[in-house]
Each structure stands twice: as structure tokens, then as C-alpha cells.
């Protein structure tokens, strides 16, 4: 297994089990459960959703797949900036705690940030770590000038992740947000690790998992994980892709890998805005 430090000093998997689209109706909903199971079963012991995803379904559908093993899991929601107020961040985890069947989130996030003071929705976190409802809260699609603001409300360093779009393909953070992240021992959340399936058929990335034994897919995975302080959240609904994705955790990139990824997918050159989708 690979870990994360988070500040607090608890250790998290680095590779976890994303579930957006997921639950939402489609008639293989028992093989999306056994993806998430097979996950857990192969150490992906994080789960990330969202209220937002599928209004609610994917968090029941989460709940299906963790019952009986809500122990073993590391379990992320997150709340929709429009919930964000003081009353509202309290309603909304409820929901979800009742959506997820459990009676804690490992990591509560704010989903974006939209118009509510970010001070108001910090001392709801805070609320909700005090009752136990949640273990740590953090945020997502924050830039750097977001994190600056977020630290200086009271408590705002508590904050614990930032969960952004990162990838081989886009690798904007590198600049500005990530060494910003780690000085401050936030984690980084890389969503959309295979840039949701546009690198899973990369000819250079294929090139670099045959010499391994292995697909790009889980090439790009492994990039990530050596990433310090970065957790990376794939989502497959096939217990076959989630198998292949958890072979990241067995591959290490050598120098010269490292060295061809650069050339394929070549660092920032200086600041850019936060990409998200
Ligand atoms: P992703 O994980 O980069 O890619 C998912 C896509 O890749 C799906 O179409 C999946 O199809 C396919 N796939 C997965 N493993 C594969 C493999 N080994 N070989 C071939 N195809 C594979 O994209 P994502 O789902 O957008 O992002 C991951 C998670 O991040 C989300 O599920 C969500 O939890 C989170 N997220 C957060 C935000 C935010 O704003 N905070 C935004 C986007 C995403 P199958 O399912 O059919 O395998």
C-alpha cells in the first residue's frame, strides 16, 4: 500500500475509488457495487462522492457497497457550495450520512467555492467535527489565492485536502498549487486521474505499460502515486478496470519512464488558472 500523512498525523491510502456517474440508474448497479468491493478488497480503502453525484444515488449506492465494512473505509463527501451556509452544510451531511448509511464521514469537502463566506461554512465543519459527524473537513477546486483566504478565516487551517483536477494531461498545479499544498501539508486530491478515460488509450503510455507488463492506465496511476501528498481517485464501474487500476500501486517508474512522461505530457511553464471540470 501506499499512504498519505495528512496534517493531523493519520496516514490515508493514496489510491482510492471515485464513483461520479456512478448509481445513477443504469442496470449494472450489482457490478458497480462488486467494483467498489473489489477495490476495498485490493486496498483502495478510500471511497470519494458526493452529494452532487446522481443527486444523492451515488452516496446510496456507496452505502450498499460499504456495508458490513464501514470500518475499513476512508470514507469523502462532499456538500454543494449552494448548501454551503451554516444551517445548510449541517442538513446536507445528514443526508448524506443517511444516503451513505453511516454515522461519519472520514473527509467532508466544500464541492467549489460559491458565495457563502468561507468563514460561515468553516465553523459548520468545525460544528460537525465537534459531534463526531465528520472526522476532517477540506475543500476542492480551490486555487492558490482561494487556500491563501481559506487560511486566514478562524480555523481555517484545519483544512486538511484540496481536491482538484490532476493528471498527466493536466498538470497546471505543479506550478503554484502544489508546492503551496505541501509546504502547508494540505493533501492533494488528483480527481480525474485518467482524465476521465482520455489517457487510457495514449499510444506513449501503452509504450511505457508494455515495457512493465502493464496498460497505460496504469502507467498514469503510478505517476500519480509518486507524486508526494498526492491521493488519486480513479472510478470504474468494472471490477476488471479497478483491478487494473490497483496495479499502480505495484509499479514503480524508473527514471527513464519519468523521463518519457515529461516528453509526452511536459510540466507547466509558469502559471495558469485552475482547471476544473
Ligand atoms: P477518471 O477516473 O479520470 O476516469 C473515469 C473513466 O475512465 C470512466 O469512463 C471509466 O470507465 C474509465 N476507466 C477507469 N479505469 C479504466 C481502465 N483501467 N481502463 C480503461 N478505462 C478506465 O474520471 P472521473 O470519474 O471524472 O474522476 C474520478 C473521480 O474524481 C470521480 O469519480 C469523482 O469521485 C471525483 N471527481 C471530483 C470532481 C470535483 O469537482 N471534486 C470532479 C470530477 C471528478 P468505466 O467506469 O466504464 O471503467
Redesign the pocket.
Known amino acids: 500500500m501506499r499512504w498519505v500523512e495528512l496534517l493531523t498525523g493519520e496516514e490515508v491510502p493514496a489510491l482510492g475509488l ?4 456512478m448509481g445513477v440508474g443504469e442496470p449494472d448497479e450489482a457490478g458497480q457495487i462488486d467494483a467498489l468491493r473489489t477495490g476495498l478488497d485490493l486496498g483502495l480503502k478510500l471511497i ?3 452529494e452532487m453525484y446522481g443527486d444523492g444515488r451515488s452516496e446510496a449506492l456507496v452505502g450498499q457497497a460499504i456495508a458490513g465494512r464501514r470500518d475499513e473505509v476512508f470514507l469523502v463527501s ?1 456538500v454543494l457550495p449552494s448548501n454551503a451556509s451554516a444551517k445548510g452544510v449541517i442538513a446536507a451531511c445528514e443526508r448524506s450520512l443517511g444516503q451513505l448509511r453511516t454515522d461519519r464521514l472520514d473527509l467532508y469537502l466544500l ?2 467555492r460559491g458565495h457563502t463566506p468561507l468563514a460561515e461554512t468553516v465553523e459548520a465543519f468545525e460544528t460537525l467535527k465537534r459531534d463526531g459527524k465528520i472526522r476532517h473537513w477540506g475543500v ?2 480551490f486555487d492558490p489565492s482561494d487556500m491563501e483566504e481559506l487560511a486566514a478565516v478562524p480555523h481555517g487551517k484545519a483544512c486538511v485536502a484540496n ?1 482538484v ?1 490532476y ?1 498527466l494531461g493536466d498538470r497546471g498545479i505543479e506550478w503554484d498549487l502544489m508546492p503551496q499544498s505541501q509546504e502547508a501539508k494540505i493533501a492533494i486530491m488528483a ?7 482520455n489517457l ?1 488509450n495514449h499510444p506513449g503510455l501503452a509504450e511505457i505499460g508494455r515495457r512493465h507488463g502493464v ?1 497505460g ?1 496504469t502507467v498514469a496511476l503510478a505517476w500519480l502515486l509518486q507524486k508526494p501528498g498526492v491521493i488519486a ?6 471490477a476488471a ?1 479497478v483491478r ?2 490497483a496495479a499502480a500501486l505495484d509499479l514503480g517508474l524508473g527514471a527513464e519512464d519519468l523521463a518519457a512522461l515529461d516528453h509526452l505530457f511536459p510540466p507547466p511553464r509558469g502559471p495558469s488558472s485552475l482547471a ?2
Open positions: 471515485g464513483t461520479w456517474k470519494d462522492t458526493a462532499k464541492h467549489w476542492s477546486n481536491q483536477l493528471n480527481y480525474c486521474p485518467l482524465g476521465e478515460g487510457v496498460s492506465a481517485i480513479p472510478k470504474s464501474r468494472s478496470r487494473e487500476n476544473m471540470v
